[in-house]
């Protein structure tokens, strides 16, 4: 069983940084990647970024393309989401998950809240 914790969310203003952390634990687990999703209130959860564990290699979500930077530490077992230039439209709640060699998205963790005001 994994265990996938999330923290780093908060109240921040438009235009702001804010960097989410996912911490990994378990037992006897694999990772083809880890990755953010977001969902705010009343709308659907949407794929924000992914990371691939072994190499690094990551992928976006076109509407945080080139605002969002994600990475991992493989030492640590923790997955980051540094966010930039933040807008109201990124509020929401922000989860990590992960994705096991050949499978889809399995394990989620609870959530980190993102405030964004103006």
């Known amino acids: 069983q994994v265990q996938l914790v999330e923290s780093g969310g908060g109240l921040v203003q438009a235009g702001g940084s804010l960097t989410l952390s996912c911490t990994i634990s378990?037992?006897?687990?694999?990772?083809?990647?880890m990755g953010w999703f977001r969902q705010a209130s009343g709308k659907e959860r949407q794929f924000v970024a992914a990371i691939r564990w072994n190499d690094s290699r990551p992928r976006y979500g076109d509407s945080v393309k080139g605002r969002f930077i994600i990475s991992r530490d493989r030492a640590k077992l923790k997955v980051y989401l540094q966010m930039n230039d933040l807008t109201p439209e990124d509020a929401a709640v922000y989860s990590c998950?992960?994705?096991?060699?050949?499978?889809?998205?399995?394990?989620w963790g609870q959530g980190t809240q993102v405030t964004v005001h103006t």
């Open positions: 378990g037992r006897s687990f694999s990772i083809d990647e």
């Open positions: 998950a992960r994705k096991p060699s050949g499978r889809a998205w399995t394990d």
